[in-house]
């Protein structure tokens, strides 16, 4: 698995956790672990622009993907921490930025929380959880 991480702002980010994120969800998942992707750590101007222009939404996010039609690349996470530190709950910033590089890279990989929504998202936040906590756990 090639993670490249890719940051355009001036926030610290711990780029080996990012790459872990995606590895542990990758495996969890099972998924082919030759692909690639990038994550890429944009500020609110860039990220309220993708939002607009790909997705046709006014305003910032947390969370975009990006797939790729390559066979080895999977795409593009791209990762607001600035909307992220905004809107920061209980579990911390590091819990969270860590939780929409999970979820962000469970789209890369065409799983849509839309097929869970009948459970209301529970399997795959659990799944999540569990990924999040095992990348947490292991960078302590």
């Given at each position: ?77 791209v990762v607001c921490p600035s909307y992220i530190k905004e809107s920061t709950g209980e579990e911390g910033f590091e819990w969270e930025f860590c939780h929409v590089v999970v979820h962000g890279t469970i789209h890369l990989l065409g799983i ?29």
């Amino acid at each position: 698995m090639i993670c490249r991480v890719v940051n355009e702002t001036s926030f610290d980010v711990n780029e080996e956790m990012l790459k872990k994120c995606v590895r542990e969800t990758v495996r969890a998942f099972g998924k082919n672990e030759d692909i690639s992707c990038s994550i890429v750590i944009a500020g609110l101007d860039k990220i309220r622009e993708l939002n607009e222009k790909y997705y046709n939404k006014k305003g910032a996010t947390d969370v975009l993907t990006f797939s790729s039609e390559e066979e080895d690349y999977a795409g593009d996470v791209v990762v607001c921490p600035s909307y992220i530190k905004e809107s920061t709950g209980e579990e911390g910033f590091e819990w969270e930025f860590c939780h929409v590089v999970v979820h962000g890279t469970i789209h890369l990989l065409g799983i849509h929380h839309e097929e869970d929504e009948k459970n209301g998202h529970t399997k795959q936040h659990e799944k999540e959880v569990e990924i999040i906590n095992k990348v947490l756990k292991n960078n302590n």
